[in-house]
């Protein structure tokens, strides 16, 4: 009897743990990728004023809008959000592909999409005179290393991927 009242508050534990795992990984990226905008801002002669270039493409200048905090930290917001948010929603999903395989496929193609679209964004903020040709391809690089960040993370936090991904295509 005290074993079965004892079951929903492990399933409940076990669910913050994803979530915490979410917001690690999320973390963990947007760490990766800052450092990396820090470090070609330093590369670059230009230094911390790259953050506040950074924060001139689309989304930053929507929560610049919306908050009235400076280039620089609207960027750190959306970003940081950005990157919880994935963390979570993906750890989540990949709880459901150990279920149901296909949903591995579908959320790679999704991952496609949204990194298509980050760039699609950016792309049009340099087009746009937004953004310089230098913040550019800092935040395109910065934003790639920290994928690759997030999706070791990603792997980390939930290793069953591995499997997952070829077992989506068999169905």
């Known amino acids: 009897m005290s074993g079965r009242a004892q079951d929903p ?6 669910r913050r743990a994803r979530s915490m795992d979410g917001i690690l990984v999320g973390l963990g990226a947007v760490i990766v990728s800052t450092l990396i ?22 989304l930053p200048s ?7 905090a400076s280039a620089a930290l609207s960027y750190l917001l ?4 950005v990157y919880l948010l ?4 993906t ?7 150990d279920r ?19 760039l699609v964004f950016t792309t049009e903020s340099q087009a746009s005179g937004r953004i310089d040709a230098v913040t550019w391809r800092s935040l395109l690089i910065a934003h790639a290393i920290g994928d690759i960040a997030f999706a070791f ?14 077992r989506g295509f068999e169905w």
């Open 86 to 89: 994935a963390g979570i929603v």
């Open 78 to 81: 959306s970003h940081t959000l």
């Open 62 to 68: 929507t929560v610049r809008a919306a908050t009235g």
């Open 37 to 58: 905008l820090l470090l070609a801002g330093a590369l670059s002669g230009r230094g911390l004023a790259l953050l506040a270039d950074a924060g001139m493409a689309v």
């Open 91 to 97: 750890l989540k999903l990949a709880n459901l592909a």
């Open 100 to 118: 149901l395989p296909p949903l591995m496929v579908g959320l790679l193609l999704v991952i496609i999409i949204i990194e298509f679209g980050f």
């Open 153 to 166: 993370g990603i792997v980390r936090a939930h290793p069953s991927l591995r499997q997952d991904l070829p």
């Open 9 to 14: 508050v492990v399933v409940s534990a076990r």
